[in-house]
Structures are given as structure tokens and as C-alpha cells.
């Protein structure tokens, strides 16, 4: 069985958005809603060294995801291969997952009475295809893969790279990890 993981390195990432753009098409989600929006730091530093950093962020799709373990109905899920979703069938909005999350990756989508979240475009995987917001990556900021296959490229980055997972300290043990610069 895979386990599902992705690289998220921010020294390639420019902060064009094309992959929060890809996600929303994909999803065909309202104007308020967004499942991986690129967080800008800076500019820093002192003219002439000034630079600015982007950090692409998404759900964590977490080994131990607490959104999933608070949801009322069962809703909230989490696959074999780790990925973490909603059955939009079971979830009544109550936001219960949306306040569990510790970053910040649920969205209630008041239109539908439901919470959303990324879902590595499960969809598109069935199909042997990688999810929108890797596939229009141009910058190669976005690296997915099998974790558990040592043949893959997210394999070896988390096993060869400097890489980090947000707020490890909370012991949900994400999926997502960073190379930062």
C-alpha cells in the first residue's frame, strides 16, 4: 500500500500561485475558498541583500490527523494511504474538524453546508495521475509521491534533504514536508 506524501521545496517556489489556481479550477470552488494558499514572507534584509520566501501550504494529510478523530458523524477520514478526507455525504458543517486542525486547512464552504479540504485530488490518483497543484508546478516546487517507495523522488528527499514538517511538536506527524532555504 502507498503512503502518500508531498515536498513542498520553497527554494523553487516564486510565488506564482499557479498551483492555487489549478486547485481552484479543479474544484470548482467559490470565490472564498481556497485549499493551498502560498503564504509570502518578507521582503527581508537590507538593500542590496533583500529577499522574500514563499510557503506553499496545504492540508497535512497527517499520520495522526486530529481533525478526524473529532468529527461527530464519521466524516472526516483517513485512507489506508493516508490521505485525509471529507465524505461530504456524512459532514453536517458543524466545524468541529475546522477548529481540530491546527493549520488551518479546513474550510467551511457555506454554500454547501460542508467543511472542504485538500485531498491530494484523490481523483486524479485513481487514475495514475499526480494531483493539479504538483502537475502545473513549472518551478518543480511541488513534489509528490509514495513515501514508502525508495524509488521515488519524495523517498529520497525526505531521506536525503534538510527537510522539516510545521509544528512537529504536536505530534500529528504530517505528510507534508519543507525544504526550506
Same mark, same amino acid.
Given at each position: $500500500? ?25 474544484? %470548482? ?30 492540508? $497535512? ?25 471529507? %465524505? ?10 475546522? $477548529? ?45 509521491? %509514495?513515501?514508502? %517507495? ?15 514538517? =510545521? =509544528? ?11 525544504? $526550506?532555504?
Amino acid at each position: $500500500m502507498a503512503r502518500y506524501a508531498m515536498v513542498l521545496d520553497t527554494r523553487r517556489c516564486i510565488g506564482c500561485h499557479s498551483c492555487t489556481v489549478a486547485c481552484k479550477v479543479h474544484n %470548482d470552488l467559490p470565490v472564498d475558498m481556497i485549499y493551498n494558499p502560498v503564504t509570502t514572507v518578507g521582503p527581508v534584509g537590507v538593500f542590496p541583500h533583500v529577499h522574500m520566501e514563499f510557503i506553499p501550504l496545504l492540508c $497535512m494529510h497527517c499520520a495522526n490527523p486530529p481533525c478526524v478523530e473529532c468529527c461527530p458523524t464519521t466524516a472526516s477520514q483517513q485512507r489506508e494511504d493516508g490521505i485525509v478526507w471529507v %465524505d461530504e455525504n456524512k459532514c453536517v458543517g458543524c466545524k468541529a474538524c475546522v $477548529m481540530a486542525c491546527p493549520y488551518g486547512a479546513r474550510i467551511p464552504n457555506h454554500e454547501k453546508g460542508v467543511v472542504q479540504k485538500c485531498d491530494f485530488c484523490k481523483d486524479r490518483l485513481v487514475l495514475g495521475k499526480e494531483p493539479y497543484c504538483v502537475a502545473t508546478c513549472h518551478q518543480r516546487a511541488r513534489i509528490f509521491g %509514495d513515501l514508502d %517507495d525508495e524509488s521515488s523522488e519524495v523517498y529520497r528527499l525526505v531521506n536525503q534533504e534538510n527537510v522539516v514538517r =510545521l =509544528l512537529p511538536e504536536l505530534g500529528t506527524e504530517p505528510y507534508v514536508f519543507y525544504i $526550506m532555504d
